[in-house]
């Protein structure tokens, strides 16, 4: 464990390099693994997330290596040439690894098994396994469905066409990425649209991928298997989920200007900046190009007074990992914030709902949670902050939550202590030290 304090700062500045974006930094590495030949990719996030997903395709035979300057090369093994690792995977807190992984070992006739950390262990597993057993992969969970567990892959990996039961990237792109060693068409159908990395990742790889709006509204996804990968060059865009950190810490903070080149904008990620500027904060988007089918732009924010807003259920797909820092914003808006569809931030890496409600609950915030609902009531001041002598804010191996309250201690009168900051590491581990450039305030409490 290790326990950090945030103290009151006074405002922001500066230019931050935000890390790679991870979601993107998964596929590269596990796309790159498939093709034959040598995948180039600069900017990959090396949080502890992405580099359980670079061992675990090593682990299946890829060549993966990172050179002296920063660039990491990934020799692949080509479509359905992965080996059977000799060892359990370790997943360590991440979902995204396990989920996409499973997609690609029932795509191949191999055995692996699965193992993750106490917050990992307790994420529902069912809904990437059943479409994959649709495909002929056969699992062995431990109660409930969950890891430790053992996949074995298909031998003749059956296309399917499945409409999604919950709004999940991840599950999309396992049924998809099991779908490449598949004979003929593979279809995910979503009513709501969620992260396309991986389909415009796999265009960039040359494979085909349709993507076909359906006259109900809703979205079709298909790969038709068996078609080969071609390395290709990888340039990956700044995280916006993890931009999602500075950018609050900037607007809650009158007098706060900073800067933050090449932020991945894909218009499904973006539903954070919409939020904040909607509360009016003062957010600007220059330079917006696109790189390897994603779109990025330079971002600036100020400082300056927020207002409470209703987000519209249909946004929360494209700012599914940016509940917890938007709500830190909420609770120094005027007025009342309310949020609602979130049943899906229960089985994150915490029950994130319920995380996010006690922290802020702790620190002096009205709200009201329900099953899938926060509504926060902010009077347009920051909150009081931990009032409690020895008051820590509990974490539950959740970076997010950690980097959240982070955030929120910045601004309240009595400093914010998080139990764990270790958990940052995985998705963001320069956080401490860009932050404190910014401007920040933030040490070790032990
Ligand atoms: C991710 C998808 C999201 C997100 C996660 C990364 C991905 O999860 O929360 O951090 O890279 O596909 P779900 O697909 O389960 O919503």
């Not at 590269?28 to 992405?50: C, N, Q, W």
């Not at 997903?53 to 660039?71: C, N, P, V, Y």
């Not at 006739?109 to 106490?118: H, L, M, R, V, W």
């Not at 700012?319 to 914030?337: H, K, R, V």
Request: negative net charge.
């Amino acid at each position: 464990m290790i326990p950090l304090l945030s103290h009151k700062a006074s405002h922001l500045s500066g230019t931050a390099t935000i890390p790679g974006d991870k979601s993107i930094s998964h596929r590269a590495l596990m796309l790159g693994a498939l093709a034959i030949g040598e995948t180039t990719i600069s900017g990959l996030l090396e949080g502890e997330d992405v580099l359980h997903t670079a061992d675990a395709m090593r682990a299946m035979g890829a060549q993966i290596e990172k050179d002296q300057s920063g660039l990491w090369h990934v020799h692949g093994v080509g479509l359905g040439g992965l080996h059977q690792p000799d060892a359990p995977l370790q997943m360590g807190n991440s979902g995204t690894s396990t989920r996409l992984l499973m997609g690609l070992v029932s795509g191949h006739n191999i055995t692996a098994s699965f193992e993750g950390d106490a917050s990992l262990t307790k994420r529902p597993m069912n809904r990437v396994t059943k479409p994959l057993e649709m495909m002929g992969a056969a699992f062995e969970a431990s109660e409930g469905g969950t890891l430790p567990l053992t996949v074995t892959g298909a031998q003749d990996v059956l296309a399917i066409e499945y409409e999604l039961p919950v709004a999940s990237a991840q599950v999309k792109s396992a049924i998809l990425l099991a779908g490449l060693n598949a004979r003929g068409k593979t279809t995910v159908i979503e009513s709501k649209p969620t992260r396309d990395h991986t389909e415009n990742m796999l265009r960039g790889f040359g494979v085909d991928v349709e993507t076909k709006l359906l006259d109900d509204g809703r979205l079709a996804v298909s790969v038709i298997g068996e078609q080969d990968l071609k390395p290709c060059t990888i340039h990956v865009p700044s995280d916006p989920s993890s931009a999602a950190f500075p950018a609050v810490a900037a607007a809650i903070i009158a007098g706060s200007q900073i800067h933050m080149p090449r932020i991945g904008m894909n218009e499904r990620r973006t539903g954070l900046f919409t939020c904040l500027k909607e509360m009016g904060a003062d957010i600007s988007f220059e330079n917006e190009r696109e790189e390897n089918g994603e779109k990025i732009a330079d971002i600036t924010v100020k400082g300056g007074p927020l207002k409470g807003i209703t987000i519209p259920e249909a946004r929360v797909p494209s700012m599914i990992d940016e509940f917890p820092i938007l709500a830190m914003a909420a609770a120094c808006a005027q007025g009342t914030t309310h949020m609602t569809g979130l049943e899906e931030l229960r089985v994150k890496e915490s029950d994130r709902l319920l995380m996010v409600a006690e922290g802020l609950k702790a620190c002096g915030v009205e709200l009201e949670m329900g099953a899938d609902s926060l509504t926060i009531h902010g009077n347009g001041k920051p909150p009081p902050g931990l009032k409690e002598r020895g008051a820590k804010i509990a974490t539950a191996l959740d970076h997010r939550i950690a980097m959240s309250f982070l955030v929120l201690g910045a601004v309240t009168d009595e400093p914010i202590e998080i139990d764990d900051g270790a958990p940052i590491q995985t998705s963001f581990p320069t956080f401490i030290s860009l932050m404190n450039d910014l401007g920040l305030k933030i040490e070790s409490a032990a």
